[in-house]
Every structure is written in C-alpha cells, then in structure tokens.
C-alpha cells in the first residue's frame, strides 16, 4: 500500500472520487456537491486557515487503486470545554474494510499532527465550523441530511480498533409531523397560550433585517461560550439569511417573544440532500435550473431543523412547546411535509436533548459520534464535560 499526500488538483480530484466509489453501491448514499467540499480545502473561502493548517493523502493499494483517503488539520481555534491538551482534529476519512489499510492512514495523520504540537487528535470532524461534517455515523444509516456525514457501519470499529473512543455522541430527533401532537405537549402549549404577554410568529422575509437581529440575540443568549460555540456577528448572520432567503419557506421558520423580547427559534429548511441526489455532486447552471424546477414542482417533502434555541432566562418554562404548538396550527392544515429530522445536538447538553425529546413523540432518528485519540496512551480519557 502506498500513501500520496494531496499536492495537485488531479489528487484534489481524486480525493473526492474515493468517498463517491467507496460508497457507490450503498442506495443510502447521496454524493455531496464537489463544490462543498472543494471548498473546506481552499484557502481563499475556509476562514479556518486563518488559524490553522491541514494536509490531506490517498491510500492506493498494490495495483495502484485508491483505497482510502483522510484530512489531518490543526486549527488554534478548535477548544472544548475541559481540553488540558492542545487537539488536532481528522476527517474526510474513507477506507475499505481493513484494519491495515485504516493505521496506515490514521498513522500518517497522528504523525502530522504530533509534529505540531498536538497531543491528542477528535475525528472524524471538520476544519471549520460544526455544523457541517461532523462526527461518524454509528447509527441510523437512511440517507444523510444535507453537509452531514455518511459512512459504512465498519468504520466506527476501525476507528475504535485503533484506539479511539468516543468523546461525545450527536443525536439528531425525527418527528413524524402530519401526527397529532401529544396531549402533554398541548398542555404545556396552551398554558404561555393563554398569557398574552407571549406570541410566536414565523418568518416574514420582506422584512429579513429583523429576524437577522432577533436570530443574533436569541443565539447568542443560547449557546456563546458553550461546548465550543462562539458569538456570532451581524454579518455573518445577515450573510447567512441573504444565502438562504431563496430556500426559506416561512411557514417552517418561527421566532417566539415575551413582551416583545425575542426569547426562542425554530428554525427549518426544506432538506436540501433530497434535491442534491440528483445532481451527482455537480451544481453548475444546468443543475440550478433543474433545482428550481424541482422547487417548483415541491419535489422535496422532508424538512429539516437546523437551529432550536431558548434563551437561559426562559428554559424549562414550556416555551418550545409553545412555539411548536404555533407552528402546529400552520404547517399540519397544509400537511405538505412528511419527514421531520433535526440537526444533531451533542450528549454533553442534556437541556437540549430534553427539548428535543419534549417536541412531541420524536425518536433518535441517527447517531453520530465524535471520537477522540490521546498520543499518550497512557493519559487518562475524559470525554467531553457535560454542560449546566
């Protein structure tokens, strides 16, 4: 077996060929869009490289076919609460089902990264935010939502074969949403109901400058400075919801208030993997205009959750349950949607999950986990602090 590090666009290209083969007979798969991941690898548009580096290699066998293929990065902006050691992270990790063929790849990526300080290595993660490539799934192998992981059931004993373990586990939460809410869930819904000092009220996108300050304070209140997360800025929010206006359908997308202080979101876009696996990684002019008339045609049926939050002053007072309940009121009468899947929150947030669990009859629809390495193996292991 021979490793090639990734040097010129042609092995730039090759990189992404080996995630497509590998998983080319699983009927789950859907192919992300080449340009996605191109894009984590550029410098001119991952701000990550601001703060960091990364190298990346192929595994080809004896008869010079690829076999495998992983990222090794170092970002100085890469914490967790708790980390007593400095933390590298790899990902984009593919491989057939060898535990050789693994090593060697998991080998050279420790090896780059102990040449850099790191003492420990989290994967399979991104270089850049968490949102987007994160984790391994270990359970619930349907087809991915969209920027998320996707990979045979083998890979997780690869990864703990070698000597990771896991660091946090991701759960994502399904819901059926053409099903009658629960009767606890109506209860707590009509208690802030009756209050007229609470209202919810989806998104009106003639009027986007709002709900961008509203998202801003809401997040910021909810996750700055937890597990990882940062303070977001006006602009990268005002950035996201100009990119996002064309796919916003309002009806999904709803922000709750006490007295007119913005207090919870819930916020929800068509699923964007179920107009991708058409496309086979492409998304050039031709693809744009198939898009559209898939949108058109409202092709896609499944809708994702992407961001849930309550403000600290507010949880555990029923307010997801009432801002769910409203949502209720317009998205079941036009029973459009028939799958409901939320983004995946982190174990070590048992608040979050509880919300999750308390939406109505939800499920853990998929698990992911983010592993961790210590180089010394003789260090005790922490996983990851769970948070107030």
């Not at 090794?72 to 050789?100: L, M, T, W």
């Not at 490539?133 to 998320?148: D, H, I, Q, R």
């Amino acid at each position: 077996m021979q490793l090639i590090e990734v040097t010129t666009p042609s092995l730039a290209k090759e990189f992404i060929r080996i995630n497509v083969e590998l998983n080319r007979s699983n009927p789950a798969y859907i192919r992300p869009i080449d340009k996605e991941i191109e894009e984590v690898f550029d410098p001119k548009l991952n701000k990550a490289f601001r703060h960091g580096e990364l190298a990346r290699w192929i595994l080809k066998d004896r008869e010079d076919r690829p076999i495998g293929r992983i990222a090794a990065f170092v970002n100085k902006k890469y914490r967790n609460k708790g980390d007593d050691v400095p933390v590298g992270g790899v990902g984009f990790f593919d491989c057939i089902n060898s535990q050789e063929a693994a090593d060697m790849l998991l080998d050279v990526a420790r090896h780059w990264l102990g040449q850099r300080g790191m003492e420990a290595m989290d994967g399979p993660i991104n270089f850049g935010e968490r949102d987007k490539w994160w984790g391994m799934l270990v359970e619930g192998f349907n087809e991915p939502l969209w920027s998320m992981n996707f990979n045979p059931p083998y890979y997780q004993a690869l990864f703990e074969n070698y000597g990771f373990q896991p660091f946090f586990h991701q759960l994502c939460f399904g819901l059926d949403p053409l099903k009658p809410l629960s009767e606890k869930l109506l209860r707590r819904h009509a208690v802030l109901a009756a209050d007229p000092a609470y209202h919810a009220s989806m998104i009106d996108k003639k009027n986007l400058e709002k709900y961008v300050m509203d998202f801003l304070r809401i997040y910021n209140e909810a996750y700055a400075g937890h597990g990882g997360g940062k303070e977001l800025r006006k602009e990268q929010v005002t950035g996201m919801f100009k990119r996002m206006k064309a796919l916003i359908d309002e009806k999904v997308v709803w922000f709750a208030y006490h007295n007119e202080r913005p207090i919870a979101m819930f916020v929800n876009i068509p699923e964007l993997n179920q107009y991708f696996k058409h496309f086979n990684g492409k998304f050039g002019p031709l693809q744009k205009l198939y898009f559209v008339w898939l949108r058109l045609r409202k092709a896609c049926r499944h809708f994702t959750g992407i961001v849930f939050a309550v403000v600290p002053d507010y949880q555990s007072m029923g307010v997801e349950a009432f801002m769910v309940g409203e949502s209720a009121k317009v998205i079941q009468p036009d029973a459009f949607y028939t799958h409901y899947e939320m983004q995946w929150i982190g174990d070590f947030n048992p608040k979050m999950v509880n919300v999750a669990r308390t939406l109505g009859e939800t499920f853990v629809s998929r698990k992911l986990t983010t592993y961790r390495y210590l180089f010394d193996r003789t260090k005790e292991f922490k996983r990851h602090p769970m948070l107030a």
